[in-house]
C-alpha cells in the first residue's frame, strides 16, 4: 500500500474503543501519543492544549472514580435502584480499571473567537493522538460524559477553570481488533453543498 492508501484505511478504520487489555503502555509511548496531539493545526500558534495523565491505582483515579458513581446516582432518569447501582458501580469501575486516564483541557483564548479556535485545535490534537494510538495497536475511547462533569474535577487535575475539558481519554492495549464494530458513513455528497 501506498501512504494515500495507508492513511485513507487508518482514518476509516480507527473506532472509539473501551475494549482493553489489561497491561500497561509504556510512558515513552504514551508521552510520544501526548507528543502528536501537539502537531495539531492551531491558529496563532496558541497551542492551546493541556495534558493531564492519570495513571492507574493514583489517588485521583480513586477519587474520581468514586465521584463518577455518584454522578451516575444523582442524574440518573432510571427509576430502579439496583440498575442505577450497577450503572455506577460499572461507570467506577471502568475508569479506576482503565490501563491509562488522559484529560485533555483547552486553555480560554483572549476573546470568545480564540477561545473556539483553541477549543477547535485541541479537538484536532485528540484525534492526531487517537490516530497515531491506533498505529501502535492501542484504542482511544473519548469521552465527554460523567468523567467530565464530576464535582471540583478542575481542581482535581490542577488546571484553570476558565479551561475547558475538551475530554477524558480511555486509552489501552486493544483487547481484539475484530471485536470493534465496523461502522459505515453515509455518502458524503449527501453533506456537501456545490455552489
Known sequence: MNNTQILEKLLKDRRNTRLFKNKPIPKKLISKI???????????????????????????????????????????????????????????????????????CSKKGKNSEETLENYSSTSISI?????????????????????????????????SKSSKIVGCLYIGYIENKSDIIKKSRKNHLEKTIWK
Not at 497551542?47 to 477519587?63: A, D, M, N
Not at 465521584?67 to 444523582?74: A, D, P
Not at 495497536?137 to 464530576?150: E, Y
Open 34 to 104: 501526548i507528543e502528536m496531539g501537539t502537531w495539531a493545526p492551531n491558529h496563532r500558534m496558541t497551542e492551546p492544549w493541556q495534558f493531564v495523565v492519570i495513571r492507574k491505582g493514583s489517588s485521583e483515579r480513586s477519587l474520581i472514580s468514586k465521584k463518577i458513581s455518584k454522578y451516575t446516582k444523582m442524574n440518573s432518569k432510571n427509576t430502579n435502584p439496583e440498575s442505577v447501582q450497577k450503572s455506577a458501580d460499572r461507570g467506577a469501575g471502568e475508569f479506576e480499571d482503565c490501563p491509562l486516564i488522559i484529560y485533555v
Open 127 to 159: 484525534q492526531n493522538m487517537c490516530l497515531y494510538a491506533w498505529t501502535k495497536g492501542i484504542g482511544v475511547g473519548w469521552s465527554t460524559g460523567k468523567p467530565t462533569k464530576v464535582t471540583n474535577l478542575y481542581k482535581i487535575l490542577d488546571v
